[in-house]
DNA sequence: GTGGTCTAGACCACT
DNA sequence: GTGGTCTAGACCACG
């Protein structure tokens, strides 16, 4: 999977890297049980300090994307199993009042919204998320 | 319009704030034309250093949410005439290809979240946003 | 409370601090609520780097220990409320396996081992953890 | 005795091997003078570097846990006579500090973590650690 | 002044 | 070669 980052975005370049990790793992681009790059590997592709990747590898890790192995690096976890905690829907739950109040006042219609949904869902159902 | 601000949350406080007017101004809560508190008044209220209140009205006024008044403050854009531009178009497209990924992973259905969108919805809906 | 680091030490200092930080709550030494020192200040009053203390305090921020508010800096968490998971109590568990089963063969008694937990819960009891 | 390995644990195997190997001589499973398996019987077993496996054996013997003989390879040491020495005191002292703080404050009473302890020095008791 | 991000380079433990 | 630790310095966002 080929990363793109923007240098000149807002975002932190190793939220980036997560968001798109996390991304290739829903639509498919990323297998379970599939290695990932070392972290020198990837900072050099990027063109990045490896300590940036270290971070994103160690957050995956926390959150329980990715499994750390001593020696042979870093994996997509294969036996995957994020659940839709309390925490995560209030976030969740935060984020989409903000985005979806914005969005209306913009002129987008629910229809609109829900269609941007529908579009990323079916990116994701065909390829099966487990 | 009672503003919840919290202090430990990882959100910035002057996004915090931003975020809550411009749900209030969907929902109804704010009118158009409707004055907002002075920038001393709500930091005072808030407890917080009015530097930050300056921003978030300014920011708000940038993007054309209010209209500040040299004398009479700040109020509520009583012309309010945001659009989708293709800028926000696709700030929003990536904001929501990052947020579906992971509520999927987590375990999310297409109707679950439709379904967040549509509660959303429904509080905009009978106001009018105009 | 008064930091004490052994840089010869193979333990890393950023474990050093957090178990430290762990046990002045535990004591009493540190209460709930209570500001922690800037990561700057603590890196300089331990004479290293202040990206060491960052870790440090995005490690206990994680765990639940510590909030980091934007303004003020890092505090002792007021509402404190770790639970003994079932992820801790495996760990718990095979630490002392191991801990004990040395300890076993090098002569200590169970009486001696029991000794060292009761004298150790003495400096808790009386303080109260919550 | 089977040893149980978990390559994604953060405990280097190198330790969880060593760590295995000394419950077993605790709990009587590994008699002393008992033949160990070869470097690279074990190494083949476990599926790891015979490096590593050879690491084990050294700092097992060095710390009086093993004896190795040029020829006929490793044996548990026929007369095992460890002893408390200050230093392990100390590091034991320092390890239940640490581990005791945070299982307080995890709710474990005093009562729970004993009965840990009993639990384990049962499975001892009745070999007879010499 | 607070925490956080990114870069860069040295060194270490593990396999 | 793998990840991880520590140092050091620059710069930024926030309040």
Sequence with gaps: MLLQIQFESEIPIYQQIKNQIIRGIATGALQQGEDL????????????????????????????????????????????NLTKTPEYME???????????????????????????EKNYDNYKTQGGK
């Design 37 to 80: 790059p070392s972290v020198r590997q990837l900072a050099s592709d990027i063109g990045i300090n490896f300590h940036t990747v270290i971070k994103v590898y160690n957050q995956l890790k926390q959150e329980g994307w990715v499994i750390i192995h001593r020696k042979s690096g870093v994996m997509i976890n294969p036996d995957l």
């Design 91 to 117: 976030l969740l739950d935060d984020l989409m009042k903000t985005t979806t109040a914005e969005a209306f006042m913009r002129g987008l219609t629910k229809e609109e919204f829900i269609n941007i949904i």
